[in-house]
């Protein structure tokens, strides 16, 4: 028991021990470990490194926050959030995007990876909803399309 404790309270104190998602978010959303380690994983690492290269190709104003277990936070000057991109899913890296709603209609988030949806949100915000398992799944022209029009819309 003893020894137990013992290195329980080194993983307490050790930089990142018991929240490596704090000091190298990066790494760690990179390393698949927020998944369950049960049945197969369908998206991999260089998804992930390539949606988030995408994102802040086509919206440089947009910061990347990794420092969080599950999710990489999509922030914007001001403390708005345009989305996130949630990582602890085996099925795929699902991209949650806030948009004003009436913003976006089903024909214009078709090729936005899989089950692509827009699920309407309680204030004048709607949220844009997919999953990405491959890049290939994402039209990278929609995409930063609609990035870019969601960003303005929010800025406002």
């Not at 959303?29 to 992930?48: A, F, I, N, Y």
Request: glycine share 12%; hydrophobic share 35%.
């Amino acid at each position: 028991m003893a020894a137990y404790l013992k290195m329980i309270g080194k993983e307490g104190t050790a930089a990142g021990g018991a929240e490596p998602w704090k000091t190298d978010g990066r790494k760690w959303h990179l390393s698949q470990k927020s998944m369950s380690p049960r049945g197969r994983k369908r998206w991999g690492p260089q998804t992930l490194a390539e949606l988030a290269g995408r994102i802040a190709k086509a919206v440089p104003q947009v910061k990347l926050d990794w420092g969080h277990k599950i999710r990489v936070e999509l922030g914007m000057d001001g403390g708005a959030s345009l989305g996130k991109l949630v990582t602890n899913s085996r099925e795929g890296i699902k991209v949650e995007l806030r948009c004003p709603r009436g913003l976006l209609t089903p024909t214009r988030i078709e090729r936005l990876g899989l089950r692509p949806q827009i699920v309407p949100g309680r204030g004048a915000y709607d949220t844009l909803r997919f999953f990405v398992r491959d890049i290939s799944d994402v039209d990278n022209k929609r995409l930063t399309e609609v990035l870019r029009e969601c960003r303005v819309a929010l800025a406002r």
